[in-house]
């Protein structure tokens, strides 16, 4: 079994990133030191609140808060950045992006988690 195991660039937190690639499929791994548990469920709450309303967002494949280690759904490396280098029309991705935020604000919750203790409570509004 082959594998590499590559650091990537994170958020302003404190998850660690990684891309694994194995067999010639990869995933992303994200590695919290510092509140393991509320750090990476929040994270996973967040990615799966937007995928329900329509969102692009990465798909939690496994894991083991107590670890502190999630696995989603590598989407590539490609940035946004990337993609306009390469555009010749740049309003484009820019309407995209801010129909993207516009679409995000529009999401109406029904729900809200909140946190107890360091316990995760999902509360009806």
Known sequence: MKFKIVPIAGDASFRKFYRLVLNKKSKIIIRAQK??????FAYTAVNNFLRKNGIFAPRLIDYNYAKGLIAIEDFGNKTFYQILLKKKNKLIIYKRLVDLLLKIQKIKTKKKIKNINNKFYVIKK
């Open 35 to 40: 509140d393991k548990y509320k750090n990476l």
